[in-house]
């Protein structure tokens, strides 16, 4: 290594040039590339080593490249050679001095390194950074005659930089969060500034969010970048320039991660490694939610609760908006409307609901009322100020408010003691709204850009900064200042914490939603990819405002609206002041028994959506999914997504939610099926795809041999889609669900509150087919003793043979005892004469000849055992 070294650091040094904007033009002017503070990365004039990469050098500015993992690349540039305060708001601490060794090499046209498994490689003239696979396959590269671009002084306010990529023409893009339009971002351009975009369209640009990571695919291959920089960022995928991509700040380090799959579900855990994984929510938040701005006065929540539970509508959570407040201050109750909120907290913790209070970021400005939220933010210096020192006033709900500077942690730790009285009165969970910050007196709807913030900790050296750096990181700080506060208040009980405005890593600390959305069929169609790249995007734990925000649903609008939200990880019903009420009866008892069937379902499939929400928990992949996580190369031509399935997801890796894509229509359409086996989730019987088995198993041996790259990973490359033969024609009481041929799928009875123990046993729905397997994860729902063991469980496998099925039960791991006492195998695609045996014995099975399935009852063990069901 030591020699290795030194041979890059002989290097000879290069005379400059300049590069000028149009694409593989020089200029011989070295002059050009510092005037008007202007300045791109040039020709190299130095290399050294690094214990994990290599640093680069050409007349004024240095380029490093680390290798955190072998699939994990930090990329940083500085224009001027000196480099930014290596600290993060989103990257775990020690991720990103974590280190790999790599085997470097230098020739005449190039530096880099090798990890196990890429080939790195920063070309001389001019510096030029190439990440290939080890097999030479290009996964990124810099765009010719296109290098990094500064604009402006490097002062401690930073200046604008740019980064070009060679965007190839079979490259797609997802991510940023919950950006509105389609789900691939490829010739859009998107903006990260967190803004209240009331009323936001499917072109409106920025809107609450800023996510700076995205995944892209080509040729089969997957790879993410993380662009870890607060300030005001965009990204352009080929709207600007037709072969290229591009993303910048307007000001802070340029500091990117580039993370490597070659599987999309890869690059997402390795999101969720740098970044953060969701903390595993409390399994009241699976449940239904009601809400609407607002139930008052307390009598109209009574009201709701009551009918929910008349009505016999599962639901767990009620939620509280402003209204609920003294004059919409938060930390207040209104002493009128909500006399007495103690008793109805109790009350409807009776009724089994858990209730969720809006408390937004801004403080009334009060002094001398005895506001004690504005007197002890005054009293311990703790709100945000202007340039002159005085503190920032601006407009929101309550009139003149004032805001806490969190990017505090002593005003972090202050916020959290404000709730002390509300989770001493019982109250599950709080939201954080109008946190962008959303500010009514401003022109920009936010802070000014010249507003002070004082930093300290995470890393970072303490001193202050404008709001320009802050504004991005501004609602996740203070949905983190929530979080942190709870859990203190209450150590052993899960933080439920909803906020609206966000940023990478703040999913650390809270779920989302997609803002103020609109009860129109374009935004419920929107719904889909917004909820689906915000699942990419770290925000696994997210929903949209069922029935729309503004405006009033149409019957069976809201009705279709309900039953997608039933697979979505969140599903709150929540309308504006403003708009018709939007309950679940609103349109009479046809449209509220079609509503009633999909929230039962959502409840039926509990066991399921809970064990997905712990892999989350672990792993940072998303309930919902986009068919592409699942099936990489499923669709034609390796494109990842089929166009004709945009409106499709898949609801963990076993359940395929198909309604068409113009949701309006009754156009008949053909769902896209990628794989080989699929059932009917409604009615159990097996799908026919109008494709044998022979000919599914030529296609999938074909395309698995076509590259290297798609051997290593041929178990996902499924290929095969859905025969046009099926064709469904769209129905307001229908929406296609279908369970993959493989499947194993925990349910239990119905209860109507996730408090409620459910009756009877665990069925275990058993759907034959490749890799047969499922499991089951359990604990009390929401303390955090299951860090310590207290949870359950169990693997589940499934083989298919000529005469039957044989379905193997698992042994228990961990202490957390199940509340069955039994197990109900529910075996698809049966016949009526086979017999079950379990330990050597036979057993009681019943046949039901409309689902085609077997039933068969054995009790729980908590060694496991096998079932055998054979017509033998």
Known sequence: MHAEKKDMQKLGVISKTVLVALIGVQAASAGAQKADGFSRLGNMTSASSLPNGVEVHDSAGAMRVEALRDDVLRVRITPDGVWQEDASWAVLPGRSKEEVAVKPFADSDAVGFDTKSLHVVVERNPMRLVVKDRLGNIISEDAVGRPAQFTGARDTQGGEFRVWKTMRGDEHFFGLGDKAGPLDRRNEAFTDWNTDAFLFQESTDPIYKSI???????????????????????????????????????????????????????????????????????????????????????????????????????????????????????????????????????????????????????????????????????????????????????????????????????????????????????????????????????????????????????????????????????????????????????????????????????????????????????????????????????????????????????????????????????????????????????????????????????????????????????????????????????????????????????????????????????????PTLPGSVWYDFWTGLRVQTGRSLSAIAADASEFSASTETNKAIEHLTERPRTASALKLTPKVDELPVYVRGGAIIPMEALVQSTDDVPKGPLELHVYPGPDCQGSLYSDDGHTLNYRNGEYLRVAYTCTAHEDGVDVRIGAREGRFLPWWSQIELVVFNAQPDWKAVWNGKRIPASFDAAARALHVVIPEEADGNTVFLTAK
């Open 212 to 670: 700076p990571f995205f995944l892209a695919e080509s040729g089969g291959r997957y790879y993410g970048i993380y662009l870890d920089n607060t300030w005001r960022a965009s990204f352009d995928f080929g709207k600007e320039v037709r072969d290229a991509y591009s993303f910048g700040s307007d000001g802070g380090p340029l500091d990117y991660y580039m993370m490597y799959g070659p599987g999309p579900k890869q690059v997402v855990e390795t999101y969720a490694w740098l970044t953060g994984p969701s903390p595993l929510p409390p399994l009241w938040s699976l449940g239904y939610q009601q809400s609407r701005y607002s139930y008052a006065p307390q009598s109209k929540l009574r009201e709701v609760a009551q009918r929910l539970r008349d009505d016999k509508i599962p639901a767990d959570v009620l939620w509280l908006d402003i209204d609920y407040q003294d004059r919409n201050r938060p930390f207040t109750i209104d002493p009128v409307g909500f006399a007495n909120m103690a008793n109805l907290v109790a009350d409807m913790k009776a009724m089994r609901f858990h209730m969720v209070a809006i408390t937004d970021l801004h403080i009334a400005m009060a002094p001398n009322q005895g506001y004690s939220p504005y007197d002890t933010g005054l009293a311990g210096d703790h709100f945000v100020k202007n340039p002159d020192g005085s503190t920032y006033v601006g407009m929101s709900w309550p009139g003149k408010v004032v805001f806490p500077d969190f990017t505090r942690e002593s005003t972090r730790a202050w916020w959290g003691t404000q709730y002390k009285s509300f989770v001493d009165l019982g109250l599950a969970g709080f939201w954080n709204d109008m946190n962008e910050p959303s500010i009514r007196n401003e022109a920009t709807k936010t802070m000014p850009l010249d507003v002070v913030h004082r930093i300290d900790g995470d890393g970072f050296a303490p001193r202050t900064a404008t709001h320009r750096e802050v504004h991005n990181i501004f609602g996740a700080e203070n949905a983190r200042a929530t979080f942190e506060g709870v859990l203190r208040l209450n150590p052993n009980e899960r933080p439920y914490v909803m906020t609206r405005a966000a940023f990478a890593g703040g999913q650390r600390y809270s779920v989302t939603w997609t803002g103020d959305n609109s009860s129109t069929w374009n935004h419920l169609r929107m719904t889909t990819s917004m909820l689906l790249n915000l699942g990419l995007s770290g925000y696994a734990f997210c929903g949209a405002d069922v029935g729309g925000h503004v405006g009033s649903p149409q019957p069976d609008l809201l009705t279709k609206w309900l039953e997608m939200a039933a697979f979505q990880p969140i599903d709150r019903n929540h309308a504006a002041k403003s708009s018709n009420p939007q309950e679940v009866w609103i349109n009479g008892p046809e449209k509220e028994a079609i509503a009633r069937t999909f929230i039962e379902a959502r409840y039926r499939l509990l066991p399921y959506s809970y064990t997905l929400a712990e892999e989350t928990s672990r792993t940072g992949l998303p309930m919902m999914r986009p068919l592409f996580l699942e099936f990489p190369y499923a669709a034609s031509n390796n494109h990842p997504i089929d166009l004709d399935s945009t409106g499709e997801w898949m609801w963990g890796p076993d359940l395929l939610i198909a309604p068409p894509a113009y949701l309006e229509t009754a156009n008949k359409y053909s």
